[in-house]
DNA sequence: TTAGGGTTAG
């Protein structure tokens, strides 16, 4: 019997939100602990009716409503109010809504405390807790709870237990328990059911056992889309990426099933720099998807940027948006690699202002990934208040800042954070290794660059990759020592690559070995017949040294080859749009003020001793007019074109296709002098920050 | 109930 007891309006609206938020449920049930409500009416021994009252109390009801984090306050003060009424809390219908609600708000041990405390222990509540468990990562939890509840309390696992357990092996990679596991399901026949089935097949895909997940997989009664991509994602985590694009294709072949969102996340480790057909095709898959979710959105972004297409992915990006889905912690994280590589700066710091204003913070991939496309954008100063703000940092927050410190040319600075790292009981990484190489590169720390080649092999027992070798053929030839980066290379213990090749050439140009640079020139068109830099980097050379028939002749091989050369592009963002500029670029709208103020420039440039460099560029006929006369490069034209539209105390952000060049280099310290402006230029090596006159390159790249 | 998505170099 239920006493009809008039509700206090307020409360009344509190008791029937669908959305209760902690005060209010904390309102109720410091109300409820003073009123009855009808609660302590509930009779002793009801029956049927007992069970009516369990369902129909505003306390359980509030319960009920308890389904996110937020809630959990309220929940526990709602079951602390509960124990004044012991006959509801001990009704298996209220503790299977408690312990429901518990695991809901994100509190697996309190509904583990609830189910140990409670005398009727039911597979019901086993499997809420198991997943509870397993949502929350508690992988070895879920499985001592499993082994706890079938041997002490003797409870019966059944079509709903497995597939979390299954899922707690497999997330897990613990393949002897998953294999146990599967014993016992098999013992109950439970094999033939499409739930246990696909996760035994995860379980067995995600070790690497790919015969036994096959077996599965070719054995089960019935498949569906989940049994497929749990063998597509086994064979993407272990580097078999052929075998997942056939599965992959193989589906879609037979249009049975539909490749769906999970699809596309599966096979995201596959799709790591993969030919642009396999792009198209998940592109493909993606448009015809049905029910897209943020999963398939956020797999597709990844796609774009792993695959160098971060204009690509930020185009997907704004069509979720417009699409009115809104972006999560993955989201975002993923395109913010995207807005650092494509200098998409005013993206990038929208996302951010996103990030705090729905409090996403603290998020450490999400951090260092807003710390990433800060130093990518130009923004040293601002990666690292993002880097000073964190509340925890792991390694990848302290490559991260040294390769920010690094790509800028601050070496010490970057130094100085390695060895913080080291301090702070953080051990270095294989990326680690390559951030701080790379930075003592770019300063020509070339002392410092050995030390710590030589500190990862011999202290850290790490094995080069081909990158490190790279890194420190440049770190010795781009300092002169083109002899010792030659028989650095020789004595290799793998096969040297185009980059490994490239960064010598490079510094041969710089320093004018011919003898050196064919060696190296000769390995790269072997290597990489169709790349044309190293072309033009080799008739720089023969330029160089006034050898102007070798010249043609590098020149004819690009024709007969038909290799054309990479027109020098630099872009720069105003008032949220991105213009870019071409060499010796005129179709731009305002080509002619741009021109105009260039010819005002180099007047003034001149009258400071600036004598344009023409060295190389004089018979390279591709930078010419009809006229003969020399184009403008690219970069010139980006910078006149923000001296024109942005007030003087605005810094100036260019990012280029191309490495600078000597000439425009020397143009802008003096640019940046005359006009007091802060010019930071990112080329395709590093950055170049112009201040007063000055480059923080300090002349050496 | 099952699969599946994020960050760091060059």
């Known amino acids: 019997m239920i006493a009809a007891v008039v509700q206090p309006p307020a409360l009344l609206s509190v008791i029937r939100s669908s959305n209760p938020t902690p005060l209010s449920l904390l309102f109720l049930t410091r109300a409820a602990s003073h009123r009855s409500y009808g609660l302590s009416a509930v009779p002793h021994n009801a029956g049927g009716r007992h069970d009516e009252d369990c369902h129909n109390s505003p306390l359980v009801r509030a319960v009920d409503r308890c389904r996110s984090p937020s809630s959990l306050p309220a929940l526990r003060a709602l079951h602390s109010t509960l124990h004044h009424h012991p006959l509801l809390l001990s009704h298996p219908a209220v503790q299977i809504k408690l312990i429901r609600a518990l695991a809901a708000c994100g509190d697996p041990h309190g509904a583990r405390r609830l189910f140990d405390a409670s005398p009727a222990k039911k597979t019901v509540f086993f499997n809420i807790i198991i997943r509870s468990y397993v949502d929350h990562g508690l992988h070895l939890h879920a499985l001592s709870f499993f082994v706890d509840g079938t041997l002490r309390h003797q409870l019966k696992a059944d079509n709903y237990t497995f597939p979390c357990v299954l899922k707690a092996c497999a997330a897990s990679n613990h393949l002897c328990g998953g294999i146990q596991i599967h014993g016992a399901v098999t013992k109950l026949c439970l094999d033939s059911d499409l739930f246990v089935g696909n996760t035994l097949i995860a379980v067995y895909a995600r070790c690497g056992r790919f015969s036994d997940a096959s077996q599965m997989f070719d054995e089960m009664p019935k498949r569906d889309v989940v049994s497929w991509n749990a063998m597509i994602a086994g064979y993407a985590k272990h580097g078999q990426f052929e075998r997942a694009l056939d599965l992959c294709k193989e589906m879609v072949a037979q249009q049975n099933p539909t490749p769906d969102s999970g699809t596309l996340a599966s096979i995201l480790p596959a799709m790591s720099r993969t030919e642009i057909a396999n792009v198209e095709l998940m592109r493909k898959l993606f448009d015809e998807m049905s029910n897209k979710n943020i999963v398939s959105w956020n797999a597709m972004i990844a796609i774009y940027a792993n695959n160098s297409m971060p204009r690509e992915a930020v185009d997907l990006f704004s069509k979720m948006e417009i699409a009115g889905i809104e972006p999560?912690?993955?989201?975002?994280?993923?395109?913010?690699?995207?807005?650092?590589?494509?200098?998409?700066?005013?993206?990038?710091?929208?996302?951010?202002?996103?990030?705090?204003?729905?409090?996403?913070?603290?998020?450490?991939?999400?951090?260092?990934?807003?710390?990433?496309?800060?130093?990518?954008?130009?923004?040293?100063?601002?990666?690292?208040?993002?880097?000073?703000?964190?509340?925890?940092?792991?390694?990848?927050?302290?490559?991260?800042?040294?390769?920010?410190?690094?790509?800028?040319?601050?070496?010490l600075d970057a130094i100085a954070f390695f060895d913080q790292m080291v301090k702070s009981g953080i051990k270095p990484d294989s990326i680690a290794f390559l951030s701080i190489i790379s930075a003592c590169s770019h300063a020509g720390l070339v002392n410092q660059g050995k030390h710590y080649f030589n500190l990862m092999t011999e202290h850290y027992h790490l094995s080069p990759t081909i990158e490190h070798y790279a890194c420190m053929v440049d770190l010795l030839a781009r300092s002169g020592n083109l002899n010792e980066a030659y028989d650095f290379i020789i004595e290799m213990p793998i096969k040297p690559n185009e980059r490994v090749w490239g960064a010598l050439l490079n510094a041969c140009r710089i320093y004018s070995n011919m003898e050196i640079g064919l060696n190296a020139a000769d390995h790269l068109f072997k290597l990489v017949p169709e790349q044309s830099g190293y072309y033009v980097l080799l008739s720089n050379i023969y330029a160089r040294a006034g050898r102007w028939e070798e010249v043609m002749v590098v020149r004819e091989m690009m024709i007969n080859k038909g290799i054309k050369k990479l027109p020098g592009c630099s872009k720069v963002e105003l008032w949220n749009d991105v213009h870019t500029f071409y060499i010796g670029d005129r179709i731009h709208p305002r080509s002619k003020e741009i021109y105009e103020k260039l010819d005002v420039l180099m007047v003034r440039l001149k009258e400071l001793g600036y004598v344009t460099e023409t060295e190389t560029a004089l018979h390279d006929v591709e930078e010419e007019d009809k006229e003969g006369h020399l184009l403008v490069h690219s970069e010139k034209l980006a910078v006149a074109f923000m001296l024109i539209n942005t007030s003087p105390e605005t810094p100036i952000r260019i990012t280029m296709n191309l490495r600078m060049c000597l000439d425009c280099h020397q143009a802008m310290k003096l640019i940046s002098s005359i006009t007091q402006r802060e010019i930071t230029i990112k080329d395709t090596n590093r950055f170049h920050h112009f201040v007063c006159g000055v480059c923080s390159c300090g002349d050496y790249w």
């Not at 999400?366 to 993002?386: F, P, Q, S, V």
Request: proline share 2%; charged share 20%.
């Open 328 to 411: 999560d912690a993955v989201t975002l994280a993923s395109i913010l690699p995207a807005c650092g590589d494509s200098s998409a700066f005013t993206l990038g710091r929208r996302i951010h202002q996103l990030i705090e204003m729905k409090r996403m913070r603290p998020n450490l991939v999400l951090e260092n990934a807003l710390m990433d496309m800060y130093a990518n954008c130009g923004c040293l100063k601002t990666a690292r208040e993002i880097f000073d703000s964190m509340n925890w940092k792991d390694v990848v927050s302290w490559n991260s800042i040294i390769s920010a410190y690094g790509m800028h040319g601050h070496g």
